[in-house]
């Protein structure tokens, strides 16, 4: 009997930020993963805030456009003291997020422990030592000049892990949302979302 060809799954990883945001895209087949492209979208250079949140946008546009993904994971912003910095992370997630609703594509978010712990077996791992990891899951040496880049990679990569978890396709079969996701937030509390 002739084994199934495994097909191919395009995600996109997104770490959101207000002054620099990571993204990393890999491809998956069966269980080896490809790095396609990540890099940095450069904020600070930008006076306002609107006009960043607009540069999120175009940008997750564009590489949605130029990849196809087929998922988004993204990382959820970690609960800090200053609540007017919190607001505009969350505003530049929540963009980065529209930009793949707009296009159909399912979004599960990661809390930045479980990414590390994903990727390296430890929740307060360095920035460095998920570098380390990611070029050793990869077999690719990364540029250090996008290393914030790495979390975009570190998250698609932690989702695939999940998503192909046995646990995580029991629970929720191929198409449905995931737990902790956006889509089941929804579900769960349609009562808050109009």
């Given at each position: 009997?002739?084994?199934?060809e495994?097909?191919?799954?395009?995600i996109?990883?997104?770490?959101?930020g207000?002054?620099?945001?990571g993204?990393?895209?890999?491809?998956?087949?069966?269980?080896?993963?490809?790095?396609?492209?990540?890099?940095v979208i450069?904020?600070?250079k930008y006076?306002?805030?609107e006009?960043?949140?607009?540069?999120?946008?175009e940008?997750?546009s564009?590489?949605?456009?130029d990849?196809l993904?087929?998922?988004?994971?993204i990382?959820d912003?970690?609960?800090?003291?200053?609540?007017?910095?919190?607001?505009?992370?969350?505003r530049?997630?929540?963009v980065?997020?529209?930009a793949?609703?707009?296009r159909?594509?399912?979004?599960v978010e990661?809390?930045?422990?479980?990414?590390?712990?994903s990727v390296?077996?430890?929740?307060?791992a360095s920035?460095?030592?998920?570098?380390?990891?990611l070029?050793?899951?990869?077999?690719?040496e990364?540029?250090?000049?996008?290393?914030?880049?790495?979390?975009?990679?570190?998250i698609?990569?932690?989702?695939?892990?999940h998503a192909?978890s046995?646990?995580?396709?029991?629970?929720?079969?191929?198409?449905?949302s995931k737990?902790?996701g956006?889509?089941?937030?929804?579900?769960?509390?349609?009562?808050?979302?109009?």
């Amino acid at each position: 009997m002739q084994q199934a060809e495994a097909t191919e799954k395009v995600i996109i990883g997104v770490d959101p930020g207000t002054q620099v945001m990571g993204y990393g895209v890999i491809s998956v087949k069966g269980q080896h993963i490809t790095l396609i492209q990540y890099g940095v979208i450069h904020l600070s250079k930008y006076t306002t805030h609107e006009l960043k949140l607009k540069k999120i946008f175009e940008r997750i546009s564009q590489l949605i456009d130029d990849y196809l993904p087929d998922e988004m994971a993204i990382e959820d912003p970690f609960y800090g003291k200053n609540p007017q910095s919190m607001l505009k992370l969350g505003r530049a997630q929540g963009v980065a997020m529209a930009a793949a609703l707009a296009r159909d594509i399912p979004i599960v978010e990661y809390s930045p422990k479980k990414v590390k712990q994903s990727v390296t077996g430890s929740g307060a791992a360095s920035k460095e030592q998920v570098a380390f990891m990611l070029e050793k899951i990869l077999k690719m040496e990364l540029s250090k000049e996008f290393m914030d880049a790495t979390d975009g990679i570190a998250i698609a990569i932690c989702h695939h892990y999940h998503a192909n978890s046995p646990a995580a396709i029991a629970s929720t079969g191929a198409k449905k949302s995931k737990k902790g996701g956006w889509g089941a937030f929804v579900t769960e509390n349609p009562n808050r979302v109009k």
